[in-house]
Nanobody, 124 residues
């Protein structure tokens, strides 16, 4: 059982930066791939980024590549989403998730554990 708690959302202006954090309760955190997804009103949940359990591989959606990073601190059992150059289209509820598998990590159905989400609003 893994419990995930996100924090760090808020209201920012276009061009600003924001750092989301996801804290995990499980002692086996280092065996999970971690992902970030987001869901805007009226839209499906979409992939943002993931990092494999070793930290050796990260992958980003094209829409955030070059602006977002997904650092992971295994000792602290946290994964972050550093978001720079935010735009209004980044407005959404952001969710972190944990996956025990190693494939299809850009798909929501690859993830078994989910946090409650944190709201990010970017004003123009």
């Amino acid at each position: 059982q893994v419990q995930l708690v996100e924090s760090g959302g808020g209201l920012v202006q276009a061009g600003d930066s924001l750092r989301l954090s996801c804290a995990a309760s499980s002692g086996t955190f280092d065996r999970y791939a971690m992902g970030w997804f987001r869901q805007a009103p009226g839209k499906e949940r979409e992939f943002v980024a993931y990092i494999v359990w070793s930290g050796a591989i990260t992958y980003y959606a094209d829409s955030v590549k070059g602006r977002f990073t997904i650092p992971r601190d295994t000792a602290k059992k946290t994964v972050a989403l550093q978001m720079n150059s935010l735009q209004p289209e980044d407005t959404a509820v952001y969710y972190c998730a944990a996956a025990a598998g190693r494939s299809s990590l850009s798909r929501p159905d690859a993830y078994y554990y989910w946090g409650q989400g944190t709201q990010v609003t970017v004003s123009s």
